[in-house]
């Protein structure tokens, strides 16, 4: 018995000394990696805590958590990256990427809360933009009103263009035709909108507003939703608040859930895949307005309510 305890002994302590070297050797932090945020308090660093969160449940490394302020020092940046030997790199928002760009990060990178446009649009870029996967959008459309038929949609096509060909393969999948007006600037979105506003036929047609502060400003706002109240038609918006304004639904980031694939995004560039390109977000909660949908003549099953994430009274 004594023998065998030495044994056990002797086994437990050379894994100890093993664990000890792993933790204590170069490059025990080479898979460590960095978010990047703006520090803007409030809600929104809520949100990068939580995306940051999501990012923690998939690496499994170390991961330094870094808030940059507006006059945050690029050179005091890439120091820090260089001494917490950084492989990997998380950009959020704006601030996020631009960082990444002022520090001149060539290491693996992945982007997270941003408006996809022009300046992202490189394929060798990779991340989730806040624009929503018209797939999920359109399929809570069809859980929450089964009689459309057709979707309006006004669009600046050099910020949201990329969006159109999956919304439209999604809308044609579900039985849906989307009939797209395009447009290059406010002025063109107000009258577009008055337009759909004056020809839609709330028996089959419902109205999306994208995720676009261009075209959709407090103003188109304000007019569409007199609109859909008075004539009855259903409007749906990709901005988060907008169903507690008063449109039937819109979609909600789950941005733990955003964070846990950027976070496998990042392990993909990490073994040497290539970038997958910068994608719409599908990872989705459903807001209701019940006073809206009341108002539309709209009732929902116990199984309906039960994929409602968010209600509005």
């Given at each position: ?105 060539n290491g693996p ?5 941003v408006i996809r ?112 109240w008075n004539d ?82």
């Amino acid at each position: 018995m004594a023998g065998r305890a030495v044994h056990l002994f002797k086994v437990c302590a050379l894994i100890l000394i093993g664990l000890a070297y792993l933790s204590t050797a170069p490059g025990a932090e080479s898979r460590s990696v960095a978010v990047l945020y703006p520090d803007i308090g409030g809600e929104y660093n809520s949100v990068f805590s939580s995306i940051a969160d999501g990012i923690t449940e998939t690496i499994g490394t170390p991961l330094h958590r870094i808030p940059l302020s507006n006059d945050y020092s690029s050179a005091d940046l890439a120091n820090r990256l260089r001494n917490l030997s950084t492989k990997g790199v998380v950009a959020l928002g704006r601030r996020g990427l631009e960082a990444s760009r002022a520090v001149e990060w060539n290491g693996p990178l992945v982007l997270g809360a941003v408006i996809r446009d022009s300046s992202i649009a490189d394929k060798k870029l990779s991340g989730i933009s806040l624009d929503p996967d018209p797939r999920p959008v359109f399929g809570y459309l069809k859980l929450l009103a089964p009689r459309v038929r057709r979707i309006h949609l006004v669009l600046n096509q050099e910020r949201s263009g990329w969006i159109v060909e999956r919304a439209r393969l999604a809308a044609s999948d579900m039985g849906l035709s989307l009939v797209l007006k395009e447009v290059t600037s406010r002025r063109e979105a107000a009258l577009a909108y008055r337009d759909v506003l004056a020809s839609i036929d709330g028996s089959q047609d419902a109205l999306w507003l994208p995720l676009d502060p261009d075209t959709v400003d407090e103003t188109t706002l304000q007019l569409v939703l007199r609109a859909a109240w008075n004539d009855r038609f259903i409007a749906f918006s990709s901005t988060a608040d907008h169903a507690q304004r008063g449109v039937l639904f819109s979609v909600i980031p789950d941005y733990v859930a955003v964070g846990r694939q950027l976070g496998s995004l990042l392990q993909a560039q990490m073994r040497g895949e290539a970038a997958a390109g910068v994608r719409p977000n599908g990872e989705l909660r459903l807001a209701v307005n019940m006073r809206t949908a009341r108002h539309l003549g709209l009732e929902f099953s116990r199984s309906t309510e039960a994929k409602i994430g968010v209600v509005y009274q």
